[in-house]
Structure formats: structure tokens, C-alpha cells
């Protein structure tokens, strides 16, 4: 059966490497736990072998003699030196020894031979009385010829190794309970924090974008938490990004739809009246000079507004659309006003109104495009003289705010309806409550885009008898270039 569960394999991996480990550990301990003790202890008697020479060769023989039973009582046997000619000259008090010592001929006469021999597992009594059982007799021949021998009896080893493998089985069964817990408990740290992940994968695919891997890790999941989180932020800007994209495109296609009927109806009306104005001269409706004339006159000014129209629905479209970009470059504001002041203060006076121009005594000079600021200036005073009051006032305000001039256009007149201010910038839009209609509805949309070019800030508010349209430029040194 295949796994599928990180949980389960986690387990199972976890819990095989520790009886694996238990395993190999059992078997050395089996195998060679007896065989490294006996190595060890030789070595051992080695050392007290060399040490008791040592001894026979600085220290007096009763001292010899403690030293000896010392000896024997660490390896828990027996120890003997012999002289040069085999007999027995000093022996431990541990166990019976007798003179002629079983055994202790061969050993001696190895030592004689080699100088150092070792037996292990001598199972026929060792040397001396007593000797019944499995032994390690270790020998050595000093530099003086005598022979020192030392007994340790083997069954302590091998009983010990015997109770270790019996208590290994205890600890086998514990070790293998406690690899099933900490299998367990591993795995569940390990996958618990992935499958919390899992699940919110899972919801960040149904375009849920608010969750949030909120466990404090250090190691590799909560890095892996930590870009899930940078993911889900960056879809969730991503995707708000687009969204609103999306709307944007509905509303410039819904916007595109009414732009177009709305165009449809401005020109609808001056190409009817030049259709039947034209008929009736064509037919001659009209014969008198006068009445000519006057069709004529009629033609003309609604070709005019024709041609005006399309000319500003040319420059919305370049500027809404990015073709035409306006060209910043210091220019004296001051010059520019007057010029328009002068241009359009008589034009004011034919429509009954008074224009009043109001400013610093010194030059001032901003930065902007000089041609599309005029555009806009003359949109504000065409806009303020076709809604102002009959005899009423138009003020040209010029304001200096730190390093910005704030430029305002007032005119006395009836308020703009507040529900209606934020559609005023729109293209053909008109204020629903004005008894007559002037303009196209353009001039305000143009100006709008112009001075989002400029950066700007612009407006209008209601005042006191009036309304204000008001905009701000960037005042510059004139000799200062960017």
C-alpha cells in the first residue's frame, strides 16, 4: 500500500531510524562487548605488571608485598613473582597458593621463551588451588629475569555481559515505546505546521486574500510561513490592483458611450439649424436681403460653434489621451494676465459684466506651458461671464502662498447646487438649474486635464454671492531654468 501522508511517512522514517540505531547497538553489545572487556583488562594487568616491576626494582619486600595483595584485589585473583630459576619468591593472599603452583610451569617456561604471554579463557583452574573456572593469566618477564604473573578470573566478565544483555531487553522494550512517542510528537511538529499551510493555500485559492500564517518559527517552515504571507500580500495588492483597473476600464467605457451620445447631441443641433437654414435659402424661402442676410448670419455663427467644438474635443482628446504634453518653462505670469485682461475686459462689458483685475505690484513668474495656462484662464473667465449675473462683477485674483501664486477667477452669480460640484469637470456637463444654457461644456473638462498635466492643485467653491474657480502654479526666479 503507498503512502500518501507526510505525517505517516514522518512516523515511519522517525520511528525506523531509532530500532535501527537499537539494533546495531544490541548486535556490537552481542558481538563484541565481551571481546573488548577481555582487551581490555589485559591491558590493565599490563599496567600493573609494569608497575610492579617498577616496585620489585624501588621498594622493600614487605612494601612488595602490599603492593602485590593491592594488585590482586583490583583484578580480583591473583598475583606472583617468580625468580630467575621458576620458584616462587612473592604471591598474593588471596586465594590458596601452594609451591609447586598448578599450571605456573608452562607459564613459565613461555614467559621464558617470549618474554610476555597472555591467556585467555584458560578453562583448566589457572595457577594455584582453587583455580576451577575460565581465566586471564597475563605473564611477564622483567629485565632482571624474574617472572611476574597475574591471574584474573574471567566468569565477572562474562556474568557481567550476561546481566548487561538481559537489561539491554528491558531498555530495548523502553527505547522502542519511547520511538514510537517521539515519532509521534516529531512528526506532528514537523507536518502540523504544512497542513496549517495546506489549508490556507487552499483558501487563498478561493481568492481569499486576508489570511494570514501566524506562527512564530525560525526555522525553514516559518520562512516558508513568512513567503506565503509576502505571496498572499502581493495577490492581494495585485489583484485590488486589477480590480480596480477593471472598473476604471468599465467606467472609460461606460464614460466613451455617454461622451459619444453626448457629442452626438451637441453637434445634432447646430448641423440641424445649418441644414434648415441652408433648405430655406436653397428654396427661397427668404427673398428679402434682410432675411437673406440674416440666415446667412444664423449659418455662420452655428458653423463657428461647430468648428469651436470640434477644436476643443480635438484638444481633450490629445490631452486626456497623453499625445500632447505641456512644455514647463519659466514664464512671466504677470505679462500673461494683463494681456488677457486687456483682450477680454471689453468682451465682458458687450455681455454686461465688469472685469476686475487684482494682483501684486511686482512681476511674477511661474512655471508652467504659457500657452495652455492662457487656455485655461480664458476657459475660467468664458465660464464665469456665461453663468455670472447680469451686471455683475468677474475678479481675477492673484495670490501669493509661499513659493505658489494661486490664481482665482470669481464671479457674481447663483451657487453651484454642492451635489453638483464634483461633476462640473466632466465634458458636456451642465449645471441642471441654469435657466440658459451657454457653451459646450467642454471648457472646464480641457481645463481639468491641463492642470493635472501642470501637477496642479485646482477647484472651485461657492463664495458669497458667487462662485470661484481657482487654480495654483509654481512661482520661479525668471532667470531660472529647469
Known amino acids: 500500500m503507498k503512502i500518501k501522508s507526510i505525517s505517516t511517512k514522518t512516523f515511519l522514517i522517525f520511528l525506523a531510524s531509532i530500532l535501527l540505531i537499537v539494533g546495531i547497538s544490541w548486535f556490537i553489545q552481542t558481538n563484541f562487548l565481551e571481546k573488548y572487556y577481555i582487551d ?12 610492579l616491576e617498577n616496585a620489585l626494582n624501588t621498594m622493600s619486600l614487605e612494601e612488595v608485598q602490599l603492593f602485590i595483595q593491592d594488585i590482586a584485589e583490583k583484578n580480583g585473583g591473583r598475583v606472583m613473582v617468580m625468580s630467575k630459576e621458576g620458584e616462587l ?4 593472599r588471596q ?33 594455584g588451588r582453587g583455580g576451577n573456572g575460565e581465566w586471564i593469566i597475563y605473564g611477564k618477564l622483567t629485565k632482571g629475569g624474574m617472572g611476574i604473573m ?21 531498555i530495548f522494550s523502553i527505547a522502542i515505546l519511547f ?14 505546521p504544512l497542513v496549517k499551510l495546506n489549508k490556507l493555500v487552499k483558501q487563498m485559492g478561493d481568492l481569499n486574500f486576508h489570511i494570514r500564517y501566524k506562527e512564530k518559527r525560525e526555522d525553514e517552515i516559518g520562512e516558508l510561513g513568512t513567503t506565503f504571507n509576502y505571496l498572499v500580500e502581493k495577490l492581494d ?8 483597473e477593471l472598473e476604471k476600464e468599465k467606467n472609460l467605457d461606460k464614460m466613451r458611450k455617454q461622451f459619444i451620445a453626448r457629442v452626438s447631441h451637441e453637434l445634432q443641433t447646430p448641423t440641424a439649424i445649418i441644414h434648415g437654414y441652408a433648405e430655406g435659402l436653397k428654396d427661397g424661402v427668404v427673398t428679402e436681403k434682410e432675411e437673406i442676410d440674416f440666415y446667412c448670419d444664423v449659418i455662420q455663427d452655428e458653423t463657428n460653434k461647430l468648428s469651436s467644438m470640434v477644436k476643443e474635443l480635438l484638444d481633450l482628446s490629445q490631452l486626456e489621451s497623453g499625445t500632447f504634453a505641456v512644455k514647463l518653462n519659466p514664464f512671466d505670469f504677470t505679462n500673461l494676465i494683463e494681456e488677457i485682461y486687456g483682450k477680454y475686459k471689453l468682451l465682458a462689458e458687450e455681455r454686461g459684466r465688469k472685469l476686475t483685475l487684482i494682483h501684486p505690484p511686482q512681476d511674477i513668474w511661474v512655471l508652467g506651458d504659457e500657452h495652455r495656462i492662457e487656455q485655461v484662464l480664458i476657459n475660467f473667465i468664458q465660464n464665469a461671464a456665461n453663468h455670472g449675473k447680469e451686471q455683475g462683477e468677474i475678479k481675477l485674483i ?8 494661486r490664481i482665482g477667477v470669481q464671479n457674481e452669480g447663483n451657487n453651484i447646487p454642492e451635489e453638483e460640484i464634483p461633476y462640473i469637470w466632466d465634458s458636456f456637463y451642465k449645471v441642471k438649474n441654469k435657466e ?43 532667470s531660472q531654468e529647469i
Open 237 to 244: 495588492k495585485t489583484i485590488g490592483a486589477l480590480k480596480v
Open 89 to 92: 619468591l612473592l604471591y598474593s
Open 95 to 127: 586465594g590458596n597458593f601452594s609451591k609447586g603452583m598448578m599450571g605456573a610451569g608452562e607459564i613459565w617456561k613461555k614467559l621464558k621463551a617470549q618474554g610476555e604471554y597472555a591467556y585467555r579463557k584458560v578453562s583448566h583452574g589457572g595457577f
Open 40 to 51: 581490555k583488562k589485559i591491558e590493565a594487568m599490563e599496567e600493573h605488571a609494569r608497575s
Open 398 to 405: 492673484l495670490e501669493s502662498q509661499g513659493t505658489d501664486l
Open 436 to 478: 440658459e444654457q451657454k457653451g459646450t461644456g467642454l471648457g472646464l473638462a480641457i481645463a481639468k486635464s491641463i492642470l493635472q498635466q501642470h501637477h496642479s492643485p485646482f477647484g472651485v467653491k461657492n463664495i458669497e454671492d458667487g462662485v470661484e474657480f481657482f487654480f495654483t502654479l509654481k512661482q520661479v526666479e525668471n
Open 150 to 170: 597475574i591471574q584474573s578470573p574471567l566468569q565477572s566478565i562474562q556474568e557481567t555481559v550476561v546481566i548487561t544483555q538481559r537489561f539491554y531487553v528491558y
Open 179 to 192: 520511538a514510537i512517542l517521539l515519532a509521534f510528537v516529531f512528526s506532528r511538529m514537523v507536518t502540523q
